[in-house]
């Protein structure tokens, strides 16, 4: 087996683990990305790039954050925003095009599914909006698609309808 770091959280051992450990030079990093590295990724995502102050108020506010690095270089990340009682959304589950299809998203998932197991209420609701032709993995997780014959459809209001 080659090395893998965990870096700046516990070293607790995943079912992943064995997994990413192809790469000997690929830690997990238990902190919030840089204004820098979050932009990066979401340009790389297609998602846009927040103003600056925007992107580092959100990132500071975020409940739990995870970056995966290869050679001090980000290559992943994930968030929990919300309010850390009755609302958890996860957010921002990105991974660098050519680092996709090697279990780098299920790392990421895992880690923030051991802090929602350790900070989530019986009462509390746990979202996300997938990505499309994504939802199959998060279905792997227990995640359940809208609609159903239990609940509507998922909304979203976009910014420029806001005005």
Do not use: H
Not at 1 to 15: E, H, I, K, Y
């Amino acid at each position: 087996m080659q090395n893998f770091n965990v870096l700046g959280g516990d070293s607790r051992p995943t079912a992943l683990v064995s997994m990413i450990k192809t790469m000997d030079d690929v830690k997990i990093a238990y902190r919030p990305p840089t204004v820098e590295e979050y932009s990066y990724l979401r340009e790389l995502a297609g998602w846009g790039v927040p103003e600056k102050e925007a992107a580092a108020i959100s990132i500071e506010k975020a409940l739990f954050s995870i970056c995966i690095e290869r050679q001090n270089e980000i290559i992943g990340l994930g968030r929990i925003v919300g309010d850390g009682v009755l609302y958890f959304y996860v957010q921002d589950i990105i991974v660098k095009p050519e680092y996709r299809g090697y279990g780098y998203s299920r790392l990421i998932l895992d880690e923030i599914m051991t802090f929602l197991k350790r900070k989530a209420r019986k009462c509390s609701f746990i979202g996300l909006f997938a990505e499309k032709d994504v939802e199959g993995l998060y279905e792997k997780y227990g995640f359940i698609k809208r609609p159903n014959a239990n609940v509507g459809a998922g909304m979203f209001l976009p910014i420029e309808r806001l005005y």
